[in-house]
C-alpha cells in the first residue's frame, strides 16, 4: 500500500513537471527599478504560482531599465544598478521567464524632452493636436529600434521580445518629406494635401454625437448628415457644439473656428473655465479632457480646470467650456441653463450624449438626442443656409477616402517592417527567443492603427500575440474568442491579457475576484495555452491566494508555440 501510494505520489510530481501553461503577466519599473523592490515583486510573482513575467524596459521619450549603448538609463534608477539584468537573475532562479517590453510607437513622453531632442524628425508629422508618436516610416527610425532589441536580447539572458504600441494612434498620414516621397513613389499619385483652412474637410472621425436640433443652427454636416457644427443661442448667452472628439483630432479648419468663436466669446484665461463633471469623472478617464485643454492652449487659450464644486465662483459672461463630458448631473445642467440664459457662453466639444435627455441641456445646446456613434472617414462640409463658414475648395470624397485607405496599407507596411526585422533579427542572434507583441484585441480595431498582427501569423513574423483583452464585459471576451478562434482554431499563437484592475470613481483598483475568475474559467473552456495580466500593481494578496489555490494550485512551466521552421 506504501509503495502504491509513493508510486502514486511520484507520478502526480512527475506529471505536474510536465504541465505546461503560459502563465504572464505585465510589469513596470516600479516594481523593479530597486533590487529591493524586485526581490518583493518577484516573491509575489512566485507565490501566485505565475511563470512568465513582460518588463517594460524602454518607453518615456528614449528611457531605458536596462544597460544600453543607445538609450541612457532612467534617472531614478540607483546608481550602477542594472535592473534588468537583476531581474533575470531573481526571475529564471525561480524558473520565471522573462521577455523585454519595448514600447514602440508610442513616444511616452513630451517631444520637448529625450529622444526628440536629439532626432526631432523621429516625430510623425501627423495633423496637429495628437499624442508624440514615432516616425515608423523612416528607416532611421526603424532600424533604430530594431538594434536597441536586439542589443538588449544579445547582452541580457532574456526569454524574448516584446513590442507593445506596435501601431499608430489611428492618424496615419504623415507629413514629412520621406513619407510623402515614398508614398508618391508607391502609389503613383501625390498624397493629400495638408488641411485646408476652410470647410470642407476629410477627417478620420470618431464620434458619439448629439443629434436632433430644435433650436441649434447648423454650421456643418459630416457627409451622412448629421450635425458636426452647430450654434445655439439661447436668450443672453450662446452655446456652441463641435459635435466629435475633436481635441487630438482637430484640422486647420476647425482650429480657425474655434479660434473665432472663443474671441467672439471674449475668452480670457480670468474668464474661460474647464468644467469636469463628477459623473463623468467616475466612469471616464480624464485624456480627453486633457487633450482638449492642450490643444485649446496651443490656439492660445489658457482655461482654468474646476469641477463643479466651483460652479459659484464662474463670473456671468464667462466661457465655460464642457469637453468629453457626456454626463452632466440634473444642478449643473440646471445652472448652465441659468448661467446660458444671463449671458454665459458654452462649447461643447464632444457632447453631453448620455445627458441629452434632460431638459435644460436640451435648451442649451438647442437639440434634443443622440445620433449613432461611428468611426470614420467623414468630410466635414459647410452647411448651405449659414454665413459663418466660408466654403473652401470642394473635396472629392471618394477619390480622398481611396487615397487615405493607401494611407493606412502603406502605414501598416512601415510598422510591419519593424516587425519583420526584429523577428529576422532576433532569431539570427538567438535562435530560441521568441519575438511577441501586445495588440489590440479586436481585429477592426487594430487594422483602424495600422497593426496587421492577423497578417504577422500568417507570414511568420511574430512567434505569438496577446491581445489585451481587457474589458469588464463578458460577452465581449467571448465575441473576441470567436474572433480568435476563427484565425487560430488551436489558440496555438493567441494568448490573451486580461486586466486584474477595474476602474471606480476614475481610480484604478484591483478587479473583482469573481470577474478575474470568470475570464479565467473562460480561457481554459476555449482552450488557450494560458493568459497573461495587466498588471503586476494590482497582484494583491488575495488574487495571489486564488490563484495559487485555484486555477494555478498545479505549478506549470511557461507553454510556448511550436517552433516555426
Ligand atoms: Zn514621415
Redesign the pocket.
Known sequence: MKTYLLTLLLATSACFAESLQHRGIWLHPDQYKTPQLAEEWIGKISAAHLNTIYPLIWHRGGTAWFKSKLSPMAADVPEGFDPLGNLVKLAHARGIAVHAWFVNGSYGGPATNGLFTLHPDWQ??GEKGGDAWY?L??PAVRNFQRDLMLECLKNYDVDGLHFDYIRYSGQVT???????HEFAGKYGFRPMNRSEDRFPALLDIGANPLGKPTTAKVLATFDHGVPAITVNRLDAGEAVLVNWQAAGNSCLALDNFVKDTLERFGAKPKNTYQLHTTQTAAKYQPTGQEKARVWLKGLGFSAKLIDESALAKIPKGATVVLAGQYLVGEETAKWLESFVRAGGHCLFVDGPVFAIKQESLQRVVGMRGTAPFFHDWKVISPAPDQDVLKAGPPVDAAKERQRMEKWVEYRTWTVTELVRAVYKGAKKIKPRAWVNAAVFYKKDSADKVCQDWYGWLREGCIDYVLPMAYTEKNEQLAQAFAEWRAADPQMERIIPGLSIYSRQEGKAVPRDLALVRSQLDMCRDNATHGNLFFSLAFLNDELIKMLSSGPYAEPAKPWYPKRRK
Not at 174 to 180: F, G, K, P, S, T
Open positions: 510623425l508629422q516616425d516610416g523612416k504623415c507629413y514629412c518629406d520621406h513619407c510623402q
